[in-house]
Nanobody, 124 residues
């Protein structure tokens, strides 16, 4: 069945970098994650989940304002993974990061599945 397994979280000092990875597996109506939009959301303590970045089947990236210029999303369709490279991290980047697979070629907002979430902590 479908799985989204995140890795790469941890603690880092402000100004540092972390790279998150998400391995997507399983087919929906015969379609693998290679043909679906993949992305990342995050949720800080006491706050709602918010969009971070996404990348379409055609490799079109979209970034939240806070991520643009600092974060880089990429996908590897051979490994069926999506990565989020996070640079110049700030304490406000702290939260649980979730991988999402949307059942659409270019819209991360479409119905899909979520990973379990991984903790990212940025300390000053």
């Amino acid at each position: 069945q479908v799985q989204l397994v995140e890795s790469g979280g941890g603690s880092v000092r402000a100004g540092g970098s972390l790279t998150l990875s998400c391995a997507a597996s399983g087919k929906i109506d015969g379609i693998s994650a290679r043909s679906h939009t993949l992305g990342w959301y995050r949720q800080a303590p006491g706050k709602q989940r918010e969009f971070v970045a996404s990348i379409s089947k055609g490799f079109r990236p979209i970034y939240a304002d806070f991520a643009r210029g600092r974060f880089l999303i990429s996908r590897d369709n051979a490994r069926v993974t999506v990565d989020l490279e996070m640079n110049r991290l700030k304490p406000e980047d702290t939260g649980v990061y979730y991988c999402k697979r949307a059942y659409d070629e270019d819209d991360i907002c479409a119905f899909g599945d979520w990973g379990q979430g991984i903790q990212v902590t940025v300390f000053s």
